[in-house]
């Protein structure tokens, strides 16, 4: 087996006629933050059981921490965080005795507990309420907690900044980047690409079931292309302004563009010294962008 | 470890429910050692069952020579109505909360994530289940004995009936296994109680309807209801071949339970 905490080769998994997950190989490194990003229906939470052993794959094997997911064994699992993407808890339990009654069943002590409830404010007087009392924001932060309690080697998290607001979000970003300096290891999904820019090392596109690329944020962010939408009040020669970057709609009144981001300064200028009506600078869609510079 | 932190899990989850189960049976037993002692009942009830006609004591599994006396006036108590729902709503709770319940909330993730086999949740369930029901099982027990200590029965002692609520439990053992595979077989707790409560009462009808009608009489074995008899186990004692039976029910449905549930989805 690969050295790799996480590693699928030819993965799949098919339900009746529906191919939800089709031939997944993957690495994810010890130490690495990688985000796995598509949009709803992509396959990523499939991918999540299929790891966790969940549910089983059609095709494929997939290894976590070294161990076959298929194997009877069970024990790496104490060694995971788990976070699923439709949070649901015994609405009859406290938080606290939710909290103590997983990490009991993980076989490891809660010795990131109070670190991560203080990150992500939930209070002692909170934990002591049943569960069903909760608002969805207090359920995911309590899934968070449940997930990283036990300072698991993996993390795997599917779509863990869903409900929680900005102030959490940035507490939930710290955490993830303690987790790196600590050496654990990250798998997270979303359809956020400014969270997978922010916390992850490289990233992974799925769609319709299909790993379309992998690659390296950082390099996604250096090409990152802005699409700009100039009006004018008179006529101008698009063409003069093409150099910048890709001319898509290059009409006399209207000219879009696909600009690089370190040219949208200088691209500006330009634009102030002609008869600009409107200006709007988009960001591309999260599979534009991501196609853009891996296809 | 994860069994008994399973175990206590699950404990946890239906204690509350287990209360006022287990005090309604006590309660019921108890009232039946009453109802035994009051000449005008008793005569009200010989006077009946002499009138009913042979299918009804058909339906009430009571042999009616000692259906009328004191001592088969309290094993009627076993086999009434009420305590046999008493014990079917434990039965469809536990197992099928333990298993489909927890898939169809979504809590079977957490769960399953985590280092515990699949097996180790099956033993969890039925240990949670059959503690529960010795619980139900003794406090309907205990009511019979209560009833007797306070106003003692020429000829009654509660030890005979200690047989008949270890038959009561064992009777109902061996749906709670079949419960735990319906709930292995079920992602919703809904469906696999509607499942089991079709099978229990299919498997009573069946019971009942085999005594009446000499054409189906031959089909009755195959209802669990057929090993349970009260005035029987208050005359004689377990019958070591109904023993057999629920311990092969038993076994069977645990071990398709364990395979299934070990390679199904969640």
Redesign the interface.
């Known amino acids: 087996m690969s050295d790799a905490p996480l590693r699928t080769r030819g993965l799949g998994k098919r339900y009746g006629r529906v191919q939800a997950l089709d031939d997944l190989s993957l690495d994810v490194e010890q130490g690495e933050v990688f985000g796995f990003l598509g949009p709803n229906g992509a396959g990523k939470t499939t991918t999540i059981?299929l790891l966790?052993?969940?549910?089983?794959p059609t095709a494929g094997e997939a290894s976590v921490l070294g161990q076959p997911v298929s194997s009877?064994a069970?024990?790496?699992?104490?060694e995971?965080g788990?976070l699923?993407g439709?949070m649901?808890?015994?609405p009859?339990?406290s938080g606290l005795?939710t909290l103590d009654?997983?990490a009991?069943?993980?076989?490891r002590p809660p010795d990131g507990r109070a670190a991560l409830l203080d990150r992500l404010a939930l209070a002692a007087t909170e934990l002591a309420r049943p569960v069903r009392t909760y608002s969805d924001g207090m359920k995911q932060k309590l899934g968070l907690v449940?997930a990283l309690q036990c300072s698991p080697r993996l993390a795997l998290l599917d779509e863990p900044t869903k409900g929680l607001d900005p102030l959490v979000q940035h507490g939930f970003y710290e955490i993830i980047a303690d987790l790196k300096a600590d050496g654990a290891t990250v798998f997270l999904s979303s359809h956020v690409l400014s969270e997978v820019e922010r916390v992850c090392d490289r990233v992974g596109m799925l769609r319709a079931g299909r790993l379309v690329s992998v690659g390296d944020v950082e390099a996604l962010r250096r090409a990152e292309r802005r699409r700009v939408r100039a009006d004018f009040t008179a006529d101008v020669d698009p063409t003069t302004l093409a150099h910048f970057g890709e001319l898509v709609v290059g009409h006399p009144r209207r000219v879009e563009l696909l600009v690089a981001r370190a040219e949208i300064p200088a691209l500006v200028a330009r634009l102030g010294m002609l008869p600009l009506a409107d200006l709007v600078v988009e960001r591309p869609s999260l599979e534009v962008a991501f196609l853009e510079h891996y296809r | 470890?994860?069994v008994s932190?399973?175990f206590r899990?699950h404990v946890?989850?239906h204690r509350v429910p287990l209360v006022p189960l287990a005090a309604g049976l006590a309660l019921f037993e108890w009232m039946m050692t009453f109802v035994a002692r009051q000449p005008a009942v008793s005569s009200f009830l010989t006077a009946a069952l002499r009138a009913a006609p042979p299918e009804f004591l058909s339906l009430m599994n009571q042999d009616l020579l000692t259906s009328v006396s004191a001592q088969g006036i309290i094993g009627v108590g076993y086999t009434h109505p009420f305590v046999l729902i008493m014990m079917a709503v434990w039965t469809a709770r536990v197992p099928c909360a333990a298993l489909a319940g927890e898939v169809g909330?979504?809590?079977?993730?957490?769960?399953?994530?985590?280092?515990?086999?699949r097996a180790a949740q099956i033993a969890a369930a039925l240990g949670a289940f059959l503690g529960g029901l010795g619980i139900l099982a003794a406090a309907a027990w205990l009511g019979t004995l209560i009833g007797l200590l306070g106003r003692p029965l020429p000829g009654v002692t509660a030890w005979r009936y200690l047989p008949v609520a270890a038959a009561l439990w064992l009777t109902f053992a061996a749906f709670g296994t079949v419960a735990i595979l319906v709930s292995a077989l079920n992602r919703e707790a809904g469906t696999a109680i509607a499942w089991l409560s079709g099978l229990m009462a299919g498997s009573y009808v069946l019971d009942y309807a085999a005594r009446v009608w000499p054409r189906i009489a031959s089909l009755r074995p195959l209802s669990l209801f057929r090993y349970y008899e009260p005035q029987r186990v208050v005359r004689s004692g377990l019958a070591g071949c109904d023993l057999l039976v629920f311990a092969a029910v038993a076994a069977g449905a645990l071990l398709i339970a364990f395979v299934w549930f070990a390679?199904r989805?969640?």
Do not use: C, K
């Open positions: 059981r966790l052993g969940l549910i089983r009877p069970v024990a790496w699992r104490a995971v788990f699923p439709d649901t808890f015994w009859r339990l005795e009654f997983l009991a069943l993980a076989g449940q | 470890m994860s932190v399973l899990h946890r989850l909330r979504g809590t079977m993730n957490l769960v399953a994530a985590r280092p515990v086999t390679r989805d969640l």
